[in-house]
Every structure is written in C-alpha cells, then in structure tokens.
Nanobody
Framework: QVQPVESGGGSVQAGGSLTLSCAAS????????MAWFRQAPGKEREGVAR???????NYADVVKGRFTISRDNAKNTLYLQMNSLKPEDTAMYYC??????????????WGQGTQVTVSS
C-alpha cells in the first residue's frame, strides 16, 4: 500500500514557520522518490521540493532558501520545514511518491493534503 499521510498544516502569520510531516510505509520510504506539491485556489498544482532515495534534494525557485525537505529514516517520515512564510505560500500541500523518477509529472501516489494558510 502506497499511501502517504500528511500532517502539520495550519495558520501562521507572514514571516512565521511551519513543519509538515508525511508518514509512509517502510517500503515506500526506502524505495520511492518523494516530494511535496502544493495547489492554491484557482491555480495548478506545482512541485515544491523533492528528494531522491540517496538524499539528493531539489527545490522550486519560489521556495529555495526558505523551505527544506528532509527525511527521518528511523521513522519513515518525510518533512517540509517552511520558514519565512509569505501569503503566496497559502495552499493545500500534498505529499507524493513515485517509483519511476523524480521528474515532477511522474509522481503518482498522493496523500490527502494538509492546508497551509499564511496571513499578512
């Protein structure tokens, strides 16, 4: 069963921080590429950060330097640390996984999403 489960969303003021978590099965965690996506109202879903099985990371330009994707191998958990949040970061955030590649369109297993709201 490949079903990521997100948690940790909420409301925060601009400039604040939030950490999102994504739990997955041990098999998924060890063998899949994993990523965070987001979708704001009226906008297309976009890739935010991704991590490959060896730990290499990649970020969308709009979050580079502010967000950090990481993994806790002992807990089979993926994280997204979000700092210096801006109102434009407001969106539903999704954890995603794939066993194909870390090309954004290849992510095909999705969590249910967790809402992040940043107020000015």
């Amino acid at each position: 069963q490949v079903q990521p489960v997100e948690s940790g969303g909420g409301s925060v003021q601009a400039g604040g921080s939030l950490t999102l978590s994504c739990a997955a099965s041990a098999y998924t965690y060890r063998t899949f590429y994993m990523a965070w996506f987001r979708q704001a109202p009226g906008k297309e879903r976009e890739g935010v950060a991704r991590i490959e099985r060896g730990g290499t990371t990649n970020y969308a330009d709009v979050v580079k330097g502010r967000f950090t994707i990481s993994r806790d191998n002992a807990k089979n958990t993926l994280y997204l640390q979000m700092n210096s949040l801006k109102p434009e970061d407001t969106a539903m955030y999704y954890c995603a996984a794939t066993d194909r590649s870390w090309w954004w369109p290849d992510f095909d297993y999705w969590g249910q999403g967790t809402q992040v709201t940043v107020s000015s």
